[in-house]
């Protein structure tokens, strides 16, 4: 038996997917609407992906259908395969509370996991023979040779810094005593 699936397009912004059952001059009739939403997300490969999700339109009431004036609905279009397949496995979620996923991984879907897998066994093949020990000892030894090489680049400049001589501008010029340089780092010399 063939479903008469419709898309409607309704002035309030909604779409529905619904399946249509009478068609009169003034009002349509339609059987479980389910209101589509549209998510956008990336997965875990970074790729973008827009998803459909089906919401009952009717879900706070216990009717199954209703009837929608004509002047309420902008345009009706026939829907795309995915949208009745969408359609479909929501109603059968909705009255078995059972879902069919298609197989994959997670998000992947069933054409991802192959090359998923096949990652993953590069990836383990690649860490198979790393000895993680090794590899910290190096990388403790080059932290600690690049801190005691900045110790000393330190101290140097600390050295270097007290032994530059400092030049003390004239007394007698008018600009003595506007600059750092005209004063003596010695405290002692400033008390009596």
């Given at each position: 038996?063939a479903k008469n699936y419709?898309?409607?397009?309704?002035?309030?912004?909604?779409?529905?997917?619904?399946?249509?059952?009478?068609?009169?001059?003034?009002?349509?009739?339609?059987?479980?609407?389910?209101?589509?939403?549209?998510?956008?997300?990336?997965?875990?490969?970074?790729?973008?992906?827009?998803?459909?999700?089906l919401v009952d339109w009717?879900?706070?009431?216990?009717?199954?259908?209703?009837?929608?004036?004509?002047?309420?609905?902008?345009?009706?279009?026939?829907?795309?395969?995915?949208?009745?397949?969408?359609?479909?496995?929501?109603?059968?979620?909705?009255?078995?509370?059972?879902?069919?996923?298609?197989?994959?991984?997670?998000?992947?879907?069933?054409?991802?996991?192959?090359?998923?897998?096949?990652?993953?066994?590069?990836?383990?093949?690649?860490?198979?023979?790393?000895?993680?020990?090794?590899?910290?000892?190096?990388?403790?030894?080059?932290?600690?040779?690049?801190e005691e090489a900045s110790?000393?680049?330190?101290?140097?400049?600390?050295?270097?810094?007290?032994?530059?001589?400092?030049?003390?501008?004239?007394?007698?010029?008018?600009?003595?005593?506007?600059?750092?340089?005209?004063?003596?780092?010695?405290?002692?010399?400033?008390?009596?």
């Open positions: 038996m419709r898309v409607l397009k309704l002035r309030s912004g909604d779409s529905l997917v619904a399946e249509l059952v009478e068609n009169s001059k003034s009002h349509i009739k339609v059987m479980r609407p389910m209101d589509i939403k549209y998510m956008h997300f990336i997965d875990a490969l970074g790729r973008k992906h827009e998803t459909m999700i009717l879900k706070s009431t216990t009717s199954n259908s209703v009837k929608l004036e004509k002047d309420f609905i902008l345009q009706i279009f026939t829907p795309s395969p995915d949208v009745i397949k969408s359609y479909d496995m929501q109603k059968k979620f909705e009255d078995t509370g059972k879902t069919t996923t298609p197989k994959g991984i997670g998000m992947f879907k069933s054409k991802d996991t192959e090359s998923l897998s096949q990652m993953l066994a590069n990836i383990e093949e690649q860490f198979k023979n790393v000895n993680i020990d090794e590899i910290m000892e190096e990388v403790l030894e080059q932290m600690d040779e690049e110790a000393e680049e330190l101290v140097e400049d600390i050295i270097r810094g007290k032994t530059a001589e400092r030049v003390i501008n004239d007394e007698d010029s008018p600009e003595f005593g506007t600059s750092y340089c005209d004063w003596s780092p010695n405290p002692e010399d400033y008390l009596s």
